[in-house]
T-cell receptor, first 114, second 113 residues
Framework: GGIITQTPKFLIGQEGQKLTLKCQQNFNHDTMYWYRQDSGKGLRLIYYSITENDLQKGDLSEGYDASREKKSSFSLTVTSAQKNEMAVFLC?????????????FGSGTRLTVL | GDSVTQTEGQVALSEEDFLTIHCNYSASGYPTLFWYVQYPGEGPQLLFRASRDKEKGSSRGFEATYDKGTTSFHLRKASVQESDSAVYYCALSDASSFSKLVFGQGTSLSVVP
């Protein structure tokens, strides 16, 4: 088995601040994802990456940057934190580049912006 | 684009009650359908999936049947337990749009003894 590790677990930022969230996986999976979770809105895809150095925008990419410098890691940057923003950011990975494969999720980073 | 709709935002039941969470989808292709479960403090994990019309997925006493005619994949369990308290997400993946999962809004299930 494997594990996805997200750091930090809790992140508190100030309005306008640039904030970076990190994700590591040891499944040796090709594809990695960042989802945003808001109560009542489900999970919405921000960015995904099908291989090292690849980046693909999801439905919610505005206001975010991502980086996949290694197969095992995928980071997400909030470019300018919005006041009173609260959300959970979930990292996930899957084995394949295409097809309906199972996603494996980390336990999330909870963001609060003061 | 593709979408998933879960009718119930919150469900409160007593132990041994019957559970139904409704899931309807809209997709241009022939999607694979999933149910994910998220326990407090954890990320979502796959409960089960189904890829063909009339295919039944099941796990841990939960089940759902892929119904292409009604575009539905309703989650059912005959007798819930307190340990089933969690958030349940219905999702779809359309192979024509790579492997991106589209999730429903989630249903928070609370089961009291």
């Amino acid at each position: 088995g494997g594990i996805i590790t997200q750091t930090p677990k809790f992140l508190i930022g100030q309005e306008g601040q640039k904030l970076t969230l990190k994700c590591q996986q040891n499944f040796n999976h090709d594809t990695m994802y960042w989802y945003r979770q808001d109560s009542g809105k489900g999970l919405r895809l921000i960015y995904y990456s099908i291989t090292e150095n690849d980046l693909q925008k999801g439905d919610l990419s505005e206001g975010y940057d991502a980086s996949r410098e290694k197969k095992s890691s995928f980071s997400l940057t909030v470019t300018s934190a919005q006041k009173n923003e609260m959300a959970v950011f979930l990292c996930a990975s899957s084995i394949a580049k295409a097809g309906a494969e199972t996603l494996y999720f980390g336990s999330g980073t909870r963001l609060t912006v003061l | 684009g593709d979408s998933v709709t879960q009718t119930e935002g919150q469900v409160a039941l007593s132990e041994e009650d019957f559970l139904t969470i409704h899931c309807n989808y809209s997709a241009s292709g022939y999607p694979t359908l999933f149910w994910y479960v998220q326990y407090p403090g954890e990320g979502p994990q796959l409960l089960f999936r189904a890829s063909r019309d009339k295919e039944k997925g099941s796990s841990r006493g939960f089940e759902a049947t892929y119904d292409k005619g009604t575009t539905s994949f309703h989650l059912r369990k005959a007798s819930v337990q307190e340990s089933d308290s969690a958030v349940y997400y219905c999702a779809l993946s359309d192979a024509s749009s790579f492997s991106k999962l589209v999730f429903g809004q989630g249903t928070s299930l609370s089961v009291v003894p």
